[in-house]
């Protein structure tokens, strides 16, 4: 079982940054590829980006490619989204995912149902 916590939404004007932090409980964090999803009102959840177990293959969506970093830190549980340049249309609920499964592979990497635990989320407003 894998609890996780995401942290660092918010309120920021278009152009700004923020920076998401997902913390995860237990021992074996480094055994769980990351991924991180969006929900905006009405929609459907969305792929943003994903990172391997070891950090060393990264996934983006392309309307947040060159935009959002994603990265981890194996040592302290922690996987996190950098977004920068951050836009009107990014303005969603932002969840993090943990998959015991990792296929090296964008098109399963990009599915919900890839993905085992999932935190509560963490609203991001961006403000035209």
């Known amino acids: 079982q894998v609890q996780l916590v995401e942290s660092g939404g918010g309120l920021v004007q278009a152009g700004g940054s923020l920076r998401l932090s997902c913390a995860a409980s237990?021992?074996?964090?480094?055994?769980?590829?990351m991924g991180w999803f969006r929900q905006a009102p009405g929609k459907e959840r969305e792929f943003v980006a994903a990172i391997s177990k070891s950090g060393g293959v990264l996934y983006y969506t392309n309307s947040v490619k060159g935009r959002f970093t994603i990265s981890r830190d194996n040592a302290k549980n922690t996987v996190y989204l950098q977004m920068n340049s951050l836009k009107p249309e990014d303005t969603a609920v932002y969840y993090c995912?943990?998959?015991?499964?990792?296929?090296?592979?964008?098109?399963?990497?990009?599915?919900?149902?890839?993905?085992?635990?999932w935190g509560q989320g963490t609203q991001v407003t961006v403000s035209s």
């Open positions: 995912a943990a998959g015991r499964d990792y296929s090296g592979n964008y098109d399963y990497q990009v599915r919900p149902r890839s993905y085992d635990y």
């Open positions: 237990g021992r074996t964090f480094s055994s769980y590829a």
